[in-house]
DNA sequence: TAGATTGTTAATCGATTAACAATC
DNA sequence: TAGATTGTTAATCGATTAACAATC
């Protein structure tokens, strides 16, 4: 019953991702099952901890027996939304564009890549991975009649929020947003703000209180 | 007293960076002084836990007035380390490796780049953000010559373990890992692993449930 | 059937929030 | 002094872990 459905907390949504990493090395070594107790010790987190955030999804193992590493694997795949073929463009074709443009983990994913943009004259018309980079001010345009999923904002912070601006209301869902902003989540359009230092201002942290 | 003061929870560390970009922020505008309620309401967190976090480190406030601005701003460069010059390299010279040389967000946050390195005999040699690509074969004896603190590894899957092992016993005191790896913490080097697409999955996950 | 291992409830632990005395 | 706001204790909430009945 849908009402009576717990909302999936955000701890456990971060953590998808890192299962999906962990079966889909399983499923590539050719594991056929696996047990929550296995799974724990690979990753090391507790059985409870697995079990428990599978449940929130009804549970994906079999008594007895364990996890099917194929079914898992697919109903990850599903949760994640890698089945859906998201369509993705990149706004901002500096480096960080380019390494995303070129990362190959974005299609294993299967997100596709539809466009790049760039407000540099210099930068139009150049190809990135396949992709011509376009003018950005035929962004938002490109986004409502390509049926885009999300933006990728790998732009200087000055540039970021009136580009978020104008993309708002183009049909677009989310932003992966890389820019030293923290842009709300406007509307219908959720927000996922990366700030890459911050990751190694914690490992400064720990190296320094050592 | 020492025996006293409880471990800082990994949560609490996790957040500190994020203070420090909304302290830098407010010393930028000019902005002398801050209370916790006008900073919980800037960051939608709620006063109680900014307080409780600066706590951990003893407090930075004071009754009735606040928290000083620049005060505050300094306690948090020092316990991030941000104040110790921390000596970075780079290994691996492709699009993401390029991306980092040239972001100013390190300088900004006193890491020195000192170094880069890759494998390609056509990238050697080559400039990048003012610095020279070495090769990587010399890397280990760069890093235990300069007190480099910091290894950025940007680097194929494949390439990454073993370079970690090359590096470990080089003095080297961290790893911020970008590749498709879990690097462990080798004995007495911290690691921080960095996996972009998890963020891009969390928001591919919200977009699917909606 | 016996053994294994999940799904799920209950217990514990830790983090967040609320409240207020201390104090600037 | 009166007002403001921290530092800190206590209460609440939520997440993790433990335990075990259900069941393959």
């Known amino acids: 019953m849908d009402i009576n459905e717990k909302k999936v907390p955000e701890v456990v949504v971060r953590r998808l991702p890192r299962y999906y990493r962990y079966l889909d090395e399983l499923d590539r070594e050719g594991k056929m ?3 929550s107790t296995a799974l724990s010790k690979k990753m090391g987190v507790t059985a409870s ?11 994906f193992g079999q008594q007895g027996y364990g996890y099917n590493v194929k079914h898992l694997l697919t109903e990850l795949k599903k949760l994640l939304g890698i089945t859906k073929g998201y369509k993705v463009v990149i706004i901002g074709a500096g480096n960080l564009g380019h390494a995303i443009a070129n990362y190959g983990g974005l299609k294993k994913r299967g997100f596709k ?3 790049i943009f760039d407000s540099d004259k210099e930068k139009i018309g150049q190809k990135v991975g396949g992709i011509e980079i376009s003018d950005i001010s035929g962004a938002r345009e490109f986004i409502a009649e390509n049926n885009v999923d999300i933006a990728i904002l790998t732009l200087p912070k000055n540039e970021t929020e009136k580009v978020a601006e104008m ?4 049909g677009i869902k989310g ?19 990366v700030h890459l230092t911050d990751s190694l201002m914690t490992l400064s942290f720990k190296i320094n209180q050592r």
């Open 33 to 35: 099952r696996i047990s």
């Open 49 to 59: 901890q697995i079990r428990q955030d599978f449940n929130y999804f009804g549970g």
């Open 113 to 115: 890549l539809c466009g």
């Open 167 to 170: 993309l708002a209301d183009s």
């Open 175 to 193: 932003f992966w947003n890389f820019s030293y902003t923290e842009l709300k989540s406007i509307d219908s359009v959720f927000v996922e703000n």
